[in-house]
């Protein structure tokens, strides 16, 4: 059977994909922690559209279309990266970007990775994790897309000679996550703009929290 983007999505979304039911009973932990997230995320947009005026617009709606898409994206990179014990995926990605990396420096660098997989594998689906929420909730954008472009340049960097990829894959990535920076996607239906115009509980702006968030966002 041909395979379609609905599918796919209704997969992952109930607990069906192949990495997933490999976890047999946790499946249901991936579909919850999505589900909490996603819901999270549209009641945020739901609550900006009703609370500020300025945000019913088809541009303000578009970009957090997009965010909320490629945090899926994230959500479902992170379902072949479960930790405990090492996925075999995981594994094997991490080695290629050692053995087909543009630079002998970062070659080096992955290796270490490599040597201590155990520990990086967390690392990363906690990072991944922490895209998804960041861009559904539209909460700190800014630091995301760039943390999110600088991390999927290592994977341009590390990925650039093999030869079943392709490099502008990863570029355009780069390119949509330093995007929502630059455009501070969060102040589109998402925690930033209800921060910043007050319409939700939050420390001071002059606080420490409170300036780093401003920083963040």
């Given amino acids: 059977m041909r395979d379609n983007p609905f599918h796919t999505f209704l997969q992952f979304a109930t607990g ?3 990495d997933q039911l490999s976890l047999h009973g946790l499946a249901w932990f991936t579909v919850v922690l999505f589900w909490v997230i996603a819901i999270s995320g549209l009641v945020v947009a739901a609550y900006n559209w009703r609370r500020d005026p300025t945000q019913r617009t088809g541009q303000h709606l578009a970009i957090f279309l997009m965010r909320f898409t490629m ?3 994230w959500y479902q990179g992170t379902l072949w990266k479960l930790p405990w014990p090492v996925a075999t995926g995981f594994d094997y990605w991490l080695k290629q970007t050692a053995k087909f990396s543009s630079f002998q420096l970062h070659a080096d660098i992955m290796q270490v990775f490599i040597d201590h997989v155990a520990i990086a594998q967390p690392l990363v689906y906690l990072l991944e994790i922490f895209f998804t929420a960041s ?3 539209g909460f700190a954008v ?3 897309g760039i943390v ?3 991390f999927t340049a290592n994977l341009w960097i590390g ?3 093999d030869p079943t990829e392709w490099g502008w894959t990863y570029m355009a990535i780069i390119c949509a996550t330093g995007m929502f920076a630059a455009v501070r996607a969060g102040f589109s239906l998402g925690l930033d703009n209800l921060i910043a115009k007050g319409l939700v ?4 702006r002059n606080s420490v929290i409170g300036r780093a968030c401003t920083l963040a966002s």
């Fill in 159 to 161: 990925l650039y000679n």
């Fill in 201 to 204: 509980p939050f420390p001071a």
């Fill in 135 to 137: 861009l559904m909730l």
């Fill in 16 to 18: 069906q994909t192949g």
């Fill in 71 to 73: 945090a899926g994206m």
């Fill in 148 to 150: 999110a472009a600088l």
């Fill in 142 to 144: 800014r630091f995301t």
